[in-house]
């Protein structure tokens, strides 16, 4: 992302912000991506317990109204996606494992612990930027920092 894109991405951000502070939703990203006619304005929203697709429409029109008005923002005609981040969401920060707790997750490590990298169990705790797990009954604790990919993992019952 150039420059400019970088810029038109966060101020989108700061208008999304205003949306989500009015429909109690919280953004989770926002992408820019293309330019010109082919311009895709991508914006994930969530909420405790999720979000809807009525919740997606509504956040849309209400970030599409602020869009038009602020005419010099994205210049030309562009698309705008709003969507939940799915059942298999990414764990990106700490407050999305505090959020998910009692959840199935699957880590990937930057470097081993107790010789593995790949740890799938359910979120027990967060204490001082550690992941506790539990992975059949045993408690694992994980470094925050050593977290090079976290997923929620689809849970079938």
Do not use: W
């Not at 919280?26 to 991506?33: H, Q």
């Not at 929203?45 to 005419?71: H, K, P, Y």
């Not at 930057?110 to 967060?126: A, E, T, Y």
Request: overall charge negative; proline content about 3%; charged content about 30%.
């Amino acid at each position: 992302m150039d420059t400019n894109q970088s810029i038109v991405a966060d101020e989108a951000l700061k208008l999304a912000r205003q949306v989500a502070d009015d429909q109690n939703v919280e953004v989770l990203e926002v992408r820019l991506l293309g330019r010109g006619k082919g311009a895709l304005l991508r914006v994930t929203i969530d909420r405790s317990g999720g979000v809807t697709l009525d919740d997606c429409e509504r956040f849309s029109r209400s970030l599409s109204l602020l869009l038009d008005a602020e005419d010099s923002l994205l210049r030309g005609p562009y698309n705008l996606e709003v969507s939940s981040p799915g059942l298999d969401r990414p764990l990106t920060v700490l407050k999305d494992f505090e959020r998910h707790r009692g959840k199935l997750v699957r880590i990937i490590t930057k470097d081993k612990i107790d010789n593995q990298n790949f740890f799938l169990g359910k979120i027990i705790g967060i204490t001082a930027d550690i992941i506790q797990l539990d992975i059949n009954g045993e408690e694992r604790n994980i470094p925050f920092e050593n977290i090079s990919k976290a997923r929620l993992e689809i849970e079938i019952k």
